[in-house]
Structures are given as structure tokens and as C-alpha cells.
């Protein structure tokens, strides 16, 4: 327990960490994911057992286009299954999926303000995955739920959906200096 400035008993917070790591994970990404790999099945098996009568080109076509589709799919499914953030001393690290691409560091010294977000849709954000919106900023939304939102020294706004994302936001705010918010 300890008294804060106006004598009020408060109970002693947790040491924040040197380095505070947390990650955000999105099950149902798997599902699309695996409409992907059908896509890419679709176009391999029309490329070996197809006997098309009208051509090469339309077989082509029909192959390329599956699978690109499907890789497509694959990618941008695959790749926010998850989010791994890292907050050290020096920088805000997010990383995207099992190879860590897309990835964004952001550097402490250009990091002005954290703030804990209780609710963060992917409604609100236009989709899952790395998103942009001129009014709100930049965001990486993996599932529905909290996040921490941090601001920049140009103004602008970047956003993670993470677990124990107020712990994530107490230590930016420790390592920026600035007073925690009641």
C-alpha cells in the first residue's frame, strides 16, 4: 500500500518490465486462410488433370488466376493471425504473423502520448490487418478488444489491438516520463 499526494491508501503497482512484450491473436483468420489454400488446390488441379478443349490460354488463365487468388488470400490472412509488440527502451516494435512482415518500429523519442483503448473493432477500422484512415491514423486490428493507441510527435496515430494493452501503455508512459492518467 502507499499514500498518493491527497492521503488516499492505494495499492502499490506491479514493477512494469525492462522489456514489455504482448500479442493479440485471431483464430478465425485459419478458416480464411484455408479458403486460400483451396483456391491455390483449385488452380493445381485444373493445371494437371484438365483436358480443356478450347485452348491453352483460357487453361491458363484459369490456373494463374486460382492460384494468385489463392496466394493472395493466403497472405493477407496469414499474415495477421497474430501481432507481437515490444516496447524496450529505445522503441514500440510490431510485428505481423509468423514471419514478423508487415512490420512497424516506432522509436520512443517520436512517441508523445499512450493511451489504453477498452474497444477496438474491426468495424471501426474498416477490416482486419494494417489499416489507414485519414481521420483516425494508422492501425494494426487483429481481433476485436483492447488495444493501446500511441501518438506521435507529427500528430499522427498508430493503433494495436493487444493484450494487456494497459500494461503496454504504462510502460511508454514511464519510459516518456509522463504522469499516469487516473
Known amino acids: 500500500m502507499r499514500d498518493d499526494p491527497h492521503g488516499v491508501r492505494r495499492a502499490a ?22 479458403v486460400g489454400a483451396a483456391c491455390v488446390a483449385l488452380g493445381v488441379e ?7 478443349t478450347s485452348g ?23 499474415a495477421f493471425v ?7 527502451h529505445e ?22 502520448g499512450a493511451d489504453f483503448v477498452p474497444k477496438v473493432t474491426p468495424r471501426q477500422w474498416g477490416g482486419w490487418g494494417y489499416r489507414w484512415r485519414p481521420e483516425k491514423g494508422t492501425a494494426v486490428v487483429v481481433r476485436r478488444g483492447e488495444g ?19 500494461t503496454a501503455v504504462r510502460v511508454i508512459r514511464a519510459r516518456l516520463g509522463l504522469a499516469a492518467e487516473s
Open 13 to 34: 503497482e506491479p514493477p512494469l518490465p525492462a522489456i514489455w512484450t504482448g500479442r493479440a491473436t485471431n483464430r478465425v483468420q485459419w478458416l480464411l486462410s484455408a
Open 46 to 52: 485444373l493445371a494437371v488433370v484438365s483436358n480443356w
Open 56 to 78: 491453352v490460354a483460357p487453361l491458363l488463365m484459369s490456373v494463374v488466376g486460382c492460384v494468385a487468388a489463392g496466394l493472395l488470400i493466403m497472405y493477407g490472412t496469414l
Open 82 to 88: 497474430h501481432v507481437a509488440v515490444t516496447v524496450d
Open 91 to 112: 522503441s514500440l516494435e510490431v510485428r505481423c504473423g509468423h514471419m514478423g512482415l508487415p512490420r512497424r518500429r516506432i522509436l520512443l523519442a517520436h512517441v508523445v
Open 148 to 166: 493501446m493507441a500511441v501518438t506521435l510527435g507529427d500528430g499522427r496515430t498508430f493503433t494495436v489491438t493487444v493484450d494487456d494493452a494497459a
